[in-house]
T-cell receptor, first 109, second 114 residues
Framework: TQLLEQSPQFLSIQEGENLTVYCNSS?????LQWYRQEPGEGPVLLVT?????EVKKLKRLTFQFGDARKDSSLHITAAQTGDTGLYLC?????????FGTGTSLTVIP | GAGVSQSPSNKVTEKGKDVELRCDPI?????LYWYRQSLGQGLEFLIY????????KSGLPSDRFSAERTGGSVSTLTIQRTQQEDSAVYLC????????????FGEGSRLTVL
């Protein structure tokens, strides 16, 4: 079983602050995805990164895939209350998706 | 509907009873996945279907858990002789079978075993 560890597990910040969430593994993946989940709903895909060292930006969110394709980070600039949720990374190998332990983010107005 | 549909949304059962959870994937999606999520935690893989076959059952926690998929569409996850530790949200997802394919999730079935 490929294990992906996310840190921090819980994060509570003020609106307007910046934050970074990390996703680490000892396994190599063909791609890595980030999902966001809100209470009572299923996770929704934010981004897929494929190439080692790749950086993708989605408005205030910046995603990076490690050079060795084992780890990733998610950086949020000027957090908003709408960013509140559970952030999950998922390493993809073949047809299998291995999810991380999750980071619960609360943005306080 | 256009999305992944799961039923029931909530199930409360007594310890020792059997339960069935249903997943209706997006039409045309060949891959179907079951995950289990404890409160606010990450997703634990249970089983993966490609069409009607299950190439990977490695995540099923015990022989009390089984799943089937018929007609390349609807899937049922069955838990026999439920235990309190089975309490969780069971999530189903479907996907086109592509290397960087996106998982589309249902809203989950919340199971509470008393």
């Amino acid at each position: 079983t490929q294990l992906l560890e996310q840190s921090p597990q819980f994060l509570s910040i003020q609106e307007g602050e910046n934050l970074t969430v990390y996703c680490n593994s000892s396994s190599v993946f063909s791609s890595l995805q980030w999902y966001r989940q809100e209470p009572g709903e299923g996770p929704v895909l934010l981004v897929t990164v494929v190439t080692g060292g790749e950086v993708k930006k989605l408005k205030r969110l910046t995603f990076q895939f490690g050079d060795a394709r084992k780890d990733s980070s998610l950086h949020i600039t000027a957090a908003q209350t709408g960013d509140t949720g559970l952030y999950l990374c998922a390493g993809v190998t073949g047809n299998q998706f291995y999810f991380g332990t999750g980071t619960s983010l609360t943005v306080i107005p | 509907g256009a999305g992944v549909s799961q039923s029931p949304s909530n199930k409360v059962t007594e310890k020792g009873k059997d339960v069935e959870l249903r997943c209706d994937p997006i039409s045309g999606h060949t891959a179907l996945y079951w995950y289990r999520q404890s409160l606010g935690q990450g997703l634990e893989f249970l089983i993966y279907f490609q069409g009607n076959s299950a190439p990977d059952k490695s995540g099923l926690p015990s022989d009390r858990f089984s799943a089937e998929r018929t007609g390349g569409s609807v899937s049922t996850l069955t838990i026999q002789r439920t235990q309190q530790e089975d309490s969780a949200v069971y999530l189903c997802a479907s996907s086109f079978n592509r290397p960087t394919g996106e998982l589309f999730f249902g809203e989950g079935s919340r199971l509470t075993v008393l």
